[in-house]
């Protein structure tokens, strides 16, 4: 019972961390780890703050930490995770990596993810059928249960390169199934 109540912070800062990935299926063996680094991570920085002990039990009695102990490890199992997934969201570490020239990767999973996360322009999108479709990229998902682009302010542009704008439409959702390839504008949204 005490392993669960110690590592608790860590299971909650795990679920808000994950919120900020695009991977949708995380095994138990990923979620125990990323709960145990988390509580470490947590239980060292309270450390810092003041000889801090979890709730336990000892003879069948409840011990109960100060309140201020309780309320810091509130706070710190809710910012750690977003700080770190913040830096993650961001491709801060790898940046960090890609200037030591340790690598040229990034942290995210596709090329789809960091043209449209670094390239914020304004986009036209070339359908398979031959259409051409206008707009500042909103939204973008990559997932398994599909791929899509959310066109803000779309305009389609005909083979004679006139653009037809459709003042009444606030964007459009284009599936990466019906995309031939997109062009990023020089010009920035």
Do not use: C
Request: proline share 4%.
């Amino acid at each position: 019972m005490n392993i669960l109540l110690i590592l608790m912070p860590g299971f909650i800062s795990s679920i808000i961390f994950r919120q900020f990935h695009n991977k949708e299926k995380f095994d138990n063996y990923e979620k125990t780890i990323e709960a145990l680094v988390f509580s470490v991570i947590i239980y060292m920085i309270l450390i810092l703050f003041d000889k801090w002990q979890p709730l336990t039990f000892k003879d069948g009695n409840i011990i109960i930490p100060p309140f201020q102990n309780v309320l810091l490890t509130i706070v710190f199992m809710v910012i750690v995770p977003m700080l770190i997934g913040f830096i993650i969201y961001k491709d801060g570490h790898m940046k960090l990596f890609r200037f030591m020239r340790l690598t040229n990767k990034t942290s995210r999973s596709t090329a789809w993810e960091d043209t449209f996360e670094e390239q914020k322009k304004f986009i036209i999108v070339h359908f398979k059928d031959g259409r051409r479709l206008s707009g500042a990229p909103m939204y973008y998902s990559n997932n398994e249960k599909g791929i899509y682009l959310y066109l803000h302010n779309p305009a389609w542009i005909t083979a004679e390169n006139e653009v037809i704008e459709l003042p009444e439409v606030h964007g459009t959702l284009v599936s990466k199934e019906n995309i031939d390839f997109i062009e990023f504008q020089n010009s920035n949204i």
